[in-house]
């Protein structure tokens, strides 16, 4: 498959004036993310101007296991992941959830089945999914990130690896003053990469149709680990030859990445030499190219069996770390940096921001999206 790009460059959209609804500050909010490996929901309030997380699931489901071969979901993931779902249906009902984002992303664009998946899953569990497009996937990862954006930060390039796919935004912040880059970030939920308007300027965004699900069903029958690696590595750059910021020279002042993944919260646990994940610690953590390239080479040293034994790493990450430190290694080879910023956040965030910044919880221009709980 081909990435999905935006054919051109656009501005920040209009501030779009959110609808006030009384009394919404007690009421609980959900968003779900249904990937191509993960099935992940947060359930939240709001708490002065923080996200109080009141309850969250998670599951590797695999719902993507077998579709780069089949372009089908198969039988065994469509039955985890409903068993998933219903879990999270007992969730919201227990929290009485009315605000709500169901939504489903690569694995569900890509399957020949994904109709009547969806429609099995409405009627086994009542949830209704909706299926969303990469432009609106990656928004909603570039939102999440705003909180982390420096106000030194005058290009940024917003990664987001997922299971099935990876998302690139490249934004020009030049001429945002740079106390309001995070906030205006922010505001990206309203519109599109395509609407226009004075300030930030998108120069360009891509999807690439292969996360750390995809990707390693790619290259599955290498048997050689570092020789898969490499494979890995060099055919996602391939994938980015025609996004425009990778022909362009960029010094290391003022450039920044955010990247927002397991696989980079991964190795930012095991450059931090963490046996037990703490978010506190690796939520905006800054790394650089040097600190990542030996964490890699480690993972590398240590083998299959070595990464499946390392506590850093965990049994639900193993099998998946090295095609995302693929996808890491190969943007690091374009745009090396000193400043790549950890995101233990994503898709789920951002849909949780975009829903109560609508209903008027996050009109204030000094909100953030901070977290607690």
Not at 260 to 284: C, N, P
Request: glycine share 8%; net charge positive; charged share 25%.
């Amino acid at each position: 498959m081909t990435p999905r790009r935006s054919g051109s460059v656009a501005a920040l959209p209009p501030t779009v004036e959110p609808r006030h609804r009384p009394d919404v500050s007690s009421e609980a909010y959900a968003a779900l993310d249904l990937g191509t490996n993960s099935c992940r929901m947060l359930i939240a309030r709001t708490n002065g101007r923080q996200l109080q997380i009141v309850d969250s699931f998670s599951k590797p489901v695999q719902l993507g296991a077998g579709l780069e071969t089949t372009g089908r979901l198969s039988r065994g993931s469509i039955r985890r992941t409903i068993q998933a779902l219903r879990v999270c249906r007992r969730k919201l009902d227990q929290h009485k959830v009315t605000n709500m984002r169901l939504v489903a992303t690569e694995a569900c664009r890509r399957a020949r089945n994904a109709g009547q998946f969806i429609t099995q899953v409405k009627r086994e569990t009542g949830l209704s999914l909706d299926v969303i497009t990469p432009e609106e996937e990656a928004r909603l990862a570039v939102v999440s990130c705003g909180p982390l954006v420096s106000p030194e930060s005058e290009q940024l390039l917003i990664v987001d690896i997922g299971g099935g796919s990876t998302e690139l935004v490249w934004i020009d912040l030049s001429n945002v003053a740079p106390r309001d880059r995070s906030r205006t970030i922010l505001e990206m939920h309203r519109g599109s990469f395509a609407a226009s308007s004075g300030g930030a300027k998108v120069v360009d965004w891509i999807s690439v149709p292969f996360g750390v699900a995809t990707l390693r069903d790619r290259f599955i029958d290498v048997e050689d680990d570092a020789g898969r690696f490499a494979l890995m590595s060099w055919f996602f750059e391939e994938n980015l030859v025609d996004f425009a910021p990778a022909h362009r020279i960029y010094g290391r002042e003022g450039f920044q990445i955010v990247s927002t993944s397991g696989t980079v919260t991964t190795v930012a646990a095991s450059h931090l030499g963490l046996k037990r994940y703490d978010r506190t610690l690796v939520d905006g953590l800054q790394m650089n190219t040097d600190q990542i390239d030996v964490v890699v080479r480690e993972y590398l040293r240590l083998g299959p069996e070595g990464r499946r034994r390392d506590p850093r790493i965990g049994r639900d990450r193993h099998l998946l770390i090295m095609s995302g430190a693929a996808i890491l290694q190969a943007l690091l080879r374009l745009w090396p940096t000193e400043k790549l910023s950890v995101a233990d956040r994503g898709l789920r965030e951002g849909l949780l921001y975009a829903q109560m910044s609508a209903d008027g919880l996050f009109s204030d221009s000094r909100d953030t999206m901070e977290f607690e709980g």
